[in-house]
DNA sequence: TTACTTTTGCTAACAGTGTTAACAAAAGTA
DNA sequence: TACTTTTGTTAACACTGTTAGCAAAAGTAA
């Protein structure tokens, strides 16, 4: 008898819909406003039903976590098979990485734990403006003392910036406590490898 | 007649002891559960004062990420000035970015709109490793190509890795739209240095 | 088919959240 | 003292996630 198999299928139809009406919920407004009562509105069941099916909403979430992560590792595979230089390799990768965050944003936010209060407005701080504008002053200064005088400073300005939020980002989601010194190498090496590319042209 | 002098300074006061408590919340929970009752409670008043002085919740982590961002520029100006070269004046800022990030992980987590659920449980994503060790071989690969084969390859993927993300995540805070097919050349830019920087030994 | 057990889904509630309308009390002004 | 403005309160609205308790449906065994 296929009863338990049809149960089975049925429990896993079931939760494939929450998870359906759950995404739909965060491409249209985003993860943050993703509310269990909308989803069981969305499928038209109660909302206790869904806690037969996860723990919690946090649950739901870490799914669209997995399978952003997967996807992104899929992706990375695909376009690393099509070169066969390292170099080439971490470049296509690279560009891959940044093509898969945008086209799939709602998933990156939620990989990474972006998107906040007040982001849109982040840009009309003036505070904001003096810290930037001390990193400007100091990067053409580099920049004039170098060979390439001619080298775009606001472009180097965001590598800059950039690189330092992603280390720190990266390192306050996987560590939950302190500075931990020996992973300041990473800084290190990280800016070394900036200003060498401020004095000399990218290939 | 000092009424209006000393109505405006209570004013200012009450409005100070609101972020005082509310900034306590935050650094004992964390400011995603910072609440107005709590602060209420705090302050030992109702609910509806606050909103006397802030337009809402939003305002009010407004003002830490807005003193957050003066703190940084303070930091870096001061750092800044103890150096000449600015070479050195960038790796200064650098680690006094990082310093700051992690001695003030509160400000820097509000003022990037870093922290969300499940942070601490990422690391235990399956699907991430798979992501993760499709970079790290490639990385792996490189470096034996290199001229430098003893390169730690880890770090160099914390680096690759830190790039990308701090690249992605700056672009999302500033921009809501699209990728933005100019701004790639950042990314292009920094990748190239990386390469460049596996190539070659770090001053 | 009947009697029993398990699964499933419901209503209703608890304990929170941000926010606001309506009203009372205090403070300042004439 | 009489009036106006500011200030603070209670109580509610409209939401959140989560769960206890119960009814109905589905499956099982006689």
Redesign the pocket.
């Known amino acids: 008898?296929g009863?338990?198999e049809?149960?089975i299928r049925?429990?896993e139809e079931?939760r494939a819909s929450i998870l359906e009406a759950a995404w739909q919920q965060v491409i249209s407004d985003g993860w943050q406003?993703?509310?269990?009562?909308?989803i069981?509105d969305a499928i038209?069941?109660?909302?206790?039903?869904?806690?037969?099916h996860f723990?919690?909403?946090?649950a739901i979430l870490l799914e669209f976590t997995k399978e952003g992560f997967q996807k992104l590792a899929d992706t990375l595979e695909g376009v690393k098979a099509q070169h066969t230089v390292p170099a080439r390799q971490l470049e296509a990768m690279a560009h891959a990485y940044w093509d898969f965050a945008f086209d799939h944003k709602e998933f990156y936010q939620l990989m990474f734990g972006l998107g906040i209060p007040a982001c849109d407005r982040v840009n009309e701080i003036e505070e904001l403006k003096n810290a930037t504008s001390i990193m400007i002053s100091t990067i053409k200064a580099a920049i004039d003392e170098s060979n390439h005088p001619e080298t775009d400073y606001f472009l180097k300005y965001h590598t800059y910036l950039s690189i330092l939020h992603g280390l720190v980002s990266i390192q306050m989601i996987q560590k939950e406590g302190k500075p931990d010194a020996a992973k300041k190498m990473i800084l290190q090496d990280a800016i070394s490898g900036f200003i060498i590319s401020i004095n000399r042209i990218n290939s």
């Open positions: 008898m009863i338990a049809r149960k049925q429990r079931f406003s993703l509310s269990i009562r909308k069981a038209e069941y109660s909302i206790p039903v869904i806690y037969n723990e919690n909403k946090e």
